[in-house]
């Protein structure tokens, strides 16, 4: 990834992309504490617009309150920042990652000392989950870690200390020839997929669970907000990793899985073992939505 054209924008300014570089004994490296955001930029008629960029911008500046991390920009100019990005580089439509971390300035656990560092970078980048993934659906294995429990590293907070956590679920799963990891809270709901949300449908109605160690995520909200414009009941409530199995249909969201469908959990295939017609409705709505083909949520699109 650091060997590339382009530019990454580095506590205030665009610097050359290979240039983009920090410290060995930055403080974050050691001790697992940056917040990060994931967010895309899709090409539209109208030109390219950041999803939700007010949204994910807030969301960076919460995980920062939560952790005590004071970031050195206003909202305005990070999210100013982030349109700048995806100009620089010349993108119609990318993944967007910014991240605040704490520096070299200082070891030892306490941050105090530490000057927070904010980047910014930006490259295109396909289905996360696979092209054929969004058309067939993937293959899901409950992790036999647990997700955190609410009291150890704050789950409204997008923090990387919670991906070591995602690593090792997901590396169990795909080890093992799965695609995606799904982890259980400690009393054993569901609570998320190592980068995505989940949901199931039963009888026309949507679930998802109560969002309780899993991230809020943005795009888990956009599809409760389509599906009840649409009609749909959703519902929220604990889940076992059995009304999966029993589910007519089941699907990830998330900045970088999109929607994707789920066609099997733990090896028992869901419903028809393929996309469900529901969850084809969605998607195809969602991408409609952030392509900016409905004028109804324009309000969602920030134009770089
Ligand atoms: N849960 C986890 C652990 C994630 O990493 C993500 C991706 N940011 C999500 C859920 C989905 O969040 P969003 O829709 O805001 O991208």
């Keep these: 990834m650091s060997d590339r054209d382009g530019f990454i924008w580095m506590d205030g300014e ?3 992309w290979r240039e983009a570089t920090t410290h060995v004994l930055t403080h974050s490296l050691h001790y697992g504490l940056s917040v990060f955001e994931g967010v895309r930029a899709y090409k539209t008629d109208k030109g390219t617009a950041i999803f939700r960029l007010k949204e994910h911008t807030d969301r960076l500046f ?10 050195p920009f206003s909202r305005e100019q990070l999210a100013e920042a982030q349109k700048e990005v995806v100009r620089a580089n010349k993108l119609e439509s990318c993944y967007l990652r910014p991240i605040a971390f704490y520096g070299s300035e200082k070891m030892g656990v306490s941050p105090r000392g530490a ?9 295109p980048w396909g289905a996360y989950l696979g092209e054929e993934g969004l058309e067939k659906g993937i293959r899901v294995k409950t992790a036999s870690f647990a997700r955190h429990h609410v009291n150890v590293t704050m789950p409204r907070a997008k923090v990387a200390t919670t991906y070591a956590n995602s690593i090792l679920a997901n590396l169990e799963a795909t080890q093992d020839g799965y695609d995606e990891a799904l982890l259980l809270d400690t009393m054993g709901f569901v609570a998320e997929g ?27 909200e956009t599809v409760m907000k389509l ?3 649409l009609g749909y009941q959703v519902v929220s409530r604990p889940i076992t990793r059995d009304d999966i199995y029993i589910a007519d249909e089941a699907f990830f969201t998330g900045t970088a899985a999109e929607v994707t ?38 309000d969602w699109l920030a134009y770089v």
């Design 14 to 16: 665009l610097v050359p």
């Design 194 to 220: 190592a980068g995505e949300n989940l949901f199931v449908i039963k009888n026309g109605t949507i679930y998802e669970p109560q969002i309780t160690s899993g991230l809020c995520g943005i795009t888990r």
């Design 261 to 298: 469908p789920i066609r099997e959990l733990d090896n028992r295939v869901i419903g028809e073992g393929k996309r469900g017609p529901i969850t084809t409705k969605l998607q195809a709505r969602f991408f409609d939505l952030v392509n900016g083909r409905l004028p109804e949520y324009a």
């Design 62 to 71: 919460n995980s920062a309150h939560i952790y005590m991390m004071q970031i």
């Design 115 to 123: 000057k927070v560092h904010v980047a910014i970078a930006a490259w």
């Design 227 to 229: 599906a009840a414009d």
